[in-house]
């Protein structure tokens, strides 16, 4: 293979090119080629291979640090995915529209002390609600009694721990 790379007529001229330098300047060009061929391999393999390896053991860190924190507040979690299952516990005064649903959720989040970011109308009998640096406790006991006294179900939840223990970043879409 590197006869048939010698015999290129481009490469032949750079290799006569080559042999007409003087010796120095031969060994100059050498120990260049081998510096710009290390370089490639540091920034074009290593560092971004050893990059990547940096970053999968974060991820891992976090998924780690992520599954403590579940397993720490199992009975939390447990209570809320219990509060949010179907159980007909519906009372007198469940909404029967959209307006309705987004004034009882964002009345009962004030009474429990949460402030929602944001929220807005998803569907006819739907709300979408943000809030941001909120304890799980509260937001924990506050979905379990929008469940258990007005028949509010979680559709979809989606919650990112923060810095602090106990404070989570939570996006819902909640249901009549």
């Known amino acids: 293979m590197l006869n ?3 015999e290129q007529p481009a490469v032949g001229k750079l290799i ?10 031969q060994q100059a060009l ?7 061929l290390l370089g490639i391999l540091y920034f074009g393999v ?20 992520l599954l403590a ?21 519906a009372g007198s005064d469940t909404p029967v529209d959209g307006r309705a649903l987004m004034a009882l959720v964002t009345r009962s989040a004030s009474e429990s ?9 998803s569907g006819e009998n739907a709300i979408r609600v943000w809030l941001e640096g909120a304890p799980f406790t509260e937001v924990a006991s506050w979905l379990e009694r929008l469940n258990t006294s007005h028949g509010v179900q979680i559709d979809q939840a989606s919650m990112d ?3 602090d223990p106990g404070i989570v970043s939570v996006r819902l879409t909640l249901t009549i």
């Open 113 to 121: 002390g949460l402030s929602l970011q944001r929220f807005e109308p």
């Open 161 to 163: 721990r923060q810095n």
């Open 30 to 36: 050498s120990v260049l080629a081998v510096a710009v």
């Open 16 to 25: 006569a090119q080559y042999d007409q330098l003087p010796r120095r300047d």
């Open 69 to 89: 924190w579940l397993e720490a507040n199992r009975q939390s979690l447990e209570r809320l995915s219990s509060a949010s299952s179907p159980q007909g516990g």
């Open 46 to 65: 290593w560092r971004p291979a050893t990059g990547f390896h940096n970053e999968a053991v974060e991820s891992r860190e976090r998924a780690t640090e």
């Open 4 to 6: 048939r790379i010698k």
